[in-house]
């Protein structure tokens, strides 16, 4: 009969997870992308294949130290893959972006492979084979599979809120946001999540019409170029990125806007006043996707970016409610000066 191992893992067990992490981090390195002629991260065999690797490998190594549960088979797969993923971190060949978005599909992958071999192990007399077909199989089918082009296609998310200010209010603190605070906009989780916060967002009027300027952390930068304008009511543009707007380090390759993979199309601002003291506030931002997972790109994208609409909503009427309030937020070292001169005037008389 089948001996049944303790499922709490002391230290000295722990080898089998980290040997499926080690094999997820081999074959990230297998996935190295241009220039060395092979796959890069984002192939379909690599996604979906890779964390199922990671899992049958872990629970066929535990397996030959003795019988594991249906239980083990679920959660032990699914901490070789978070293993898997903070390795690639460690080693600096995944951001922490791409990282932090990845997990969730990977942990149910990994835990599909672990079962997988489970079952394997359980009912036939080759699980070894299977362990290294599971290991083989991602790097293998990667190179024998050209890379998709992908035709990237538009996505749309909307976003409204009812604002007690007026729409003029509101339009002067779209077209001139200077001085962002983290704590204005750190509950968008794009930001949470390592993208560089927003540090102003400025109109300007140039020789080929308005361009909304904007600066970010890390030495981001680009121009949101104005595409339809009625005052106080409405305006839409697209973006514009040079050479230099998104700096090494500053987002992962992968999410990067403007990439081979996501891209934004335009965003626009509506203000339809209720009465003359309020403001229903929408904004819609379209943008363009094409991955070999769009289903779970598409999704996250989604989220992310509905979730950042209803936090820079709130931005604007917090500013537009509060413009007394505003201009000493926003710049707090000139106003402690001014009041440490006042000081200084008072004690010379």
């Not at 030959?64 to 699914?78: D, G, K, L």
């Not at 509506?270 to 943008?287: G, H």
């Not at 926003?330 to 402690?336: D, G, I, Q, V």
Request: hydrophobic share 50%; net charge neutral.
């Amino acid at each position: 009969m089948a001996r049944f191992v303790d499922d709490s893992l002391p230290f000295s067990a722990w080898w089998p997870l980290v040997a499926g992490a080690v094999v997820g981090i081999v074959l990230r390195l297998g996935f190295a992308g241009s220039p060395y002629g092979l796959p890069d991260a984002m192939h379909w065999a690599f996604i979906y294949l890779t964390p199922m690797a990671v899992g049958a490998v872990t629970v066929y190594l535990a397996e030959r130290q003795a019988r594991r549960t249906f239980a083990y088979y679920v959660w032990a797969p699914i901490i070789a893959t978070a293993l898997f993923v903070g390795g690639t971190l460690l080693i600096l060949v995944e951001g922490l972006i791409c990282a932090i978005l990845i997990v969730p599909l990977f942990a149910g992958l990994g835990l599909v492979g672990g079962v997988i071999m489970g079952v394997i192990c359980r009912l036939t007399n080759w699980p070894r084979h299977a362990a290294y077909a599971f290991a083989v199989l991602p790097l293998a089918l990667g190179i024998a599979t050209p890379e998709a082009s992908h035709h990237l296609r538009d996505g749309i998310v909307e976003r409204r809120i009812v604002v007690a200010a007026p729409a003029a209010s509101i339009w002067k603190h779209i077209h001139d946001a200077r001085d962002i605070r983290r704590e204005e906009v750190q509950d968008a989780w794009i930001y949470r999540i390592g993208v560089p916060l927003p540090i102003a967002g400025v109109t300007e009027q140039t020789g080929t019409g308005r361009v909304r300027r904007i600066s970010m952390g890390k030495h981001v930068h680009f121009d949101q170029v104005v595409a339809e304008w009625s005052e106080n009511r409405h305006v839409r543009w697209t973006y514009r990125f040079d050479h230099d707007s998104f700096p090494p380090g500053a987002l992962d390759d992968h999410v990067r806007i403007g990439g081979r993979h996501f891209d934004l199309v335009d965003t626009e601002y509506t203000l339809d006043p209720v009465d003359a003291q309020t403001t229903a506030l929408a904004i819609r931002i379209r943008y363009r996707m094409g991955t070999d997972f769009d289903w779970y790109a598409d999704l996250l994208a989604r989220m992310l970016i509905g979730n950042f609409e209803e936090v820079i909503l709130r931005f604007y009427e917090r500013r537009a409610k509060a413009p007394a309030i505003g201009s000493s937020i926003l710049r707090p070292e000139l106003e402690r000066q001014r009041a440490l001169e006042e000081l200084g005037t008072i004690g010379a008389r």
